[in-house]
């Protein structure tokens, strides 16, 4: 069996920075109770022309420029988002063709905020059994298209952003250690699209999060044969700080050693860990050898958790 690393990484934030005091002058909010309750202190809109596979492009772009990889080695392209810029045809497909990847086979997956990990896991396996040598893997999101200035719940929670991973061969110990997925559907109301906008039950959301984290890093780090002392960076879904640090302190972490964009970012659903990684790797956070755990969570509900060594 193949051992399957990330071989390089890249993201795509936009420009546009809208604080939460922009959002005070638009809904009935502050930016004291958004900091607070969430941690977010802004979040990134992209503009109207930069859909989902643009943002999706210049990440890819960038991951494969880092892991020194040429656009016609991709064997397959997994974009992991739940605002594509349309249902068909694939985020993986138009960006298929823009990088030139000529042969590489494509799809999207979806699985909300933890879709990077489900796509991770499913590039996993076609590189472990050597079918495939290099498996291209993007999480993605437009998500200011579904808000509701209306529903000040959920519009001040989130932002856009992409982030990529260029998944291949490793050496023996690194890479992918172990891995766990899984769904809870009885709860497939707590967030979702109605009509236009995302609706979600916060409280619901939150409960869930907060449990399912903590046991989802503890079982990977478990399944990988190690123990939390074990473990030298988190990278929690960066929804809210809150519900980051109580996985935080399950695995009895210092609070440097947990990725931390949600304030500067929101919630970018598919591309908070990636984006996440990407930052905390030129911040020098993470380091080769290092055992990286990756935690997330979303509608679904669902969930994805990787322990792996850099
Ligand atoms: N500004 C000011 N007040 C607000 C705002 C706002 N933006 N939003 C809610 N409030 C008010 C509420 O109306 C409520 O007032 P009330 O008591 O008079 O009714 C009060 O603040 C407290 O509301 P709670 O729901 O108790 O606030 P809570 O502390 O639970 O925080 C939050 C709400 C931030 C949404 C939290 O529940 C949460 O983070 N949940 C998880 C959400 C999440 O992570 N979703 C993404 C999942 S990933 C995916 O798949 C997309």
């Not at 497909?93 to 086979?105: E, P």
């Not at 707590?190 to 906008?197: L, N, S």
């Not at 984006?275 to 055992?291: P, R």
Request: glycine share 10%.
């Amino acid at each position: 069996m193949v051992n399957v690393g990330i071989l390089g990484m890249g993201s795509y934030i936009a420009e546009n920075i809208v604080t939460n005091v922009d959002l005070e002058k638009k809904m009935d909010t502050s930016d004291e109770w958004i900091k607070t309750r969430t941690g977010i202190e802004e979040r990134r809109f992209a503009p109207e022309h930069h859909n989902t596979s643009h943002m999706s492009y210049i990440a890819a772009k960038e991951a494969l420029e880092q892991a020194n990889i040429k656009p016609e080695d991709i064997d397959l392209i997994i974009v992991a988002t739940v605002t594509p810029d349309r249902p068909f045809p694939s985020v993986s497909a138009v960006i298929q063709h823009q990088l030139g990847a000529v042969n590489a086979a494509a799809m999207d997956v979806s699985a909300a905020c933890a879709g990077f990990m489900y796509g991770i896991v499913t590039a996993k396996q076609f590189v472990q059994t050597g079918d495939y040598k290099y498996v291209l893997v993007v999480g993605a999101e437009k998500l200011s298209k579904l808000m509701n200035y209306e529903d000040r719940n959920t519009a001040v929670l989130f932002g856009d952003g992409a982030g990529a991973a260029v998944l291949g061969p490793v050496s023996e110990g690194k890479g992918i250690l172990a891995f766990e997925l899984g769904a809870d559907g009885l709860g497939s109301e707590h967030i979702t699209q109605e009509g236009q906008y995302l609706t979600m039950n916060g409280r619901e959301v939150f409960k869930f999060a907060v449990r399912q984290m903590g046991e989802s890093a503890l079982s990977v780090i478990q399944k990988a044969g190690l123990t939390k002392e074990d473990v030298d960076f988190l990278v929690p879904h960066q929804a809210n700080i809150r519900i980051m640090e109580a996985s935080r302190q399950r695995l009895e972490l210092p609070i440097e050693k947990m990725a931390k964009t949600v304030h500067k970012y929101g919630n970018t659903s598919s591309a908070s860990i990636p984006m996440a990684l990407v930052d905390e790797l030129k911040n020098g956070k993470i380091k080769d050898g290092d055992i990286v755990v990756l935690v997330g969570f979303g509608a679904g509900l669902v969930w994805g958790s990787i322990a792996m060594r850099w």
